[in-house]
């Protein structure tokens, strides 16, 4: 299966609701994910478009503080206002500022990694990669801004096995169209998740990510207002045997997410001045 990141996503030209220039600039905008600087000319090559396309495009998220221009090497990069975006989320949330001393002790008791995340198309997007103090050899190779694929993985399929029915019904269309072959056995690793999350209240996955790596996973959303998240223990099958996932790690995760909420609710979150009135 590939990547979610190495394929284009956009629905059929038929659809009138589709801005296809909008479109084009925010596929743009997610090459820079990684924080890699980019001449137009890559741009050109990683999405097929015309390089005069290219340029408008670029020139006018520049203009708008979306990208910025590296005065060295001429090359583009993320611009603040971008990145400001992203920080005022978060800060606003206050989901990652509570959550990540929890998750540092959870990985330090038990040695291994933990990830937050939520979807993307049919990725599932890593916002937090906790790593345990000790053993490098134990660690997953994720870092924020990561896409896992969302029917391959126990953080993924939590994710689908939570979210409304309506949007499950748009994960299935999609992946049955984007997958037509492996279709039939995602729709059973699915309904698997599902029997499983009903029974015990989390998932657990062996051997994925197309590596010896097991996972298990708990979905979860901070309140009403907030989008689902997914939590994830994953490490080296050798250090989470199928029993231990069930008997350890799961419930270690179920209540991680209860004492989450609870300090949640307690939480006025950061104090945060008014917008200056200024336009940069």
Same mark, same amino acid.
Request: aromatic content about 10%; charged content about 15%; hydrophobic content about 50%.
């Given at each position: 299966m590939k990547a979610? #990141?190495?394929i284009s996503t956009q629905p059929q030209k038929s659809d009138p609701n589709f801005v296809h #220039? *909008? =479109?084009k600039g925010l596929d743009i905008l997610s090459i820079f994910a990684e924080g890699d600087m980019l001449g137009n000319q890559q741009l050109v090559e990683r999405t097929g478009l015309p390089k005069a396309t290219i340029s408008r495009i670029t020139s006018t998220l520049v203009a708008l503080g979306y990208l910025r221009v590296d005065t060295r090497t001429r090359k583009l990069q993320m611009g603040s206002r971008l990145i400001g975006m992203g920080a005022s989320v978060q800060r606003r949330i206050g989901l990652q500022r509570i959550a990540r001393p929890m998750l540092e002790k959870l990985s330090a008791d038990t040695g291994l990694s933990?990830?937050? &995340?939520t979807r993307d198309r049919l990725g599932l997007v890593v916002l937090e990669a906790i790593r345990p103090p000790t053993d490098s050899r134990l660690v997953t190779n994720v870092d924020? &801004?990561?896409?896992l694929p969302i029917a391959g993985t126990a953080i993924g *399929? =939590?994710?689908?096995?939570a979210c409304p029915v309506k949007e499950q019904a748009i994960i299935?269309?999609?992946l049955a169209q984007r997958f037509p072959a492996e279709w039939p056995n995602l729709r059973q690793r699915i309904e698997l998740a599902h029997a499983e999350y009903n029974r015990t209240g989390f998932i657990t996955t062996q051997r994925s990510w197309e590596r010896d790596v097991n996972g298990v996973a708990i979905p979860f959303a901070p309140n009403a207002r907030n989008a689902l998240y997914t939590v994830s223990f994953a490490g080296p099958a050798t250090r989470m045997p199928p029993t231990r996932m069930r008997k350890e790690l799961g419930p270690m995760l179920l209540q991680?997410?209860?004492e989450l909420h609870e300090a949640m609710a307690? #939480?006025? &979150?950061p104090y945060l001045l008014p917008p200056e009135i200024y336009t940069p």
């Open positions: 979610p #990141s190495e #220039s *909008l =479109a933990l990830i937050i &995340g924020a &801004g990561t896409v *399929l =939590a994710y689908i096995v299935f269309d999609k991680f997410v209860k307690k #939480s006025a &979150g």
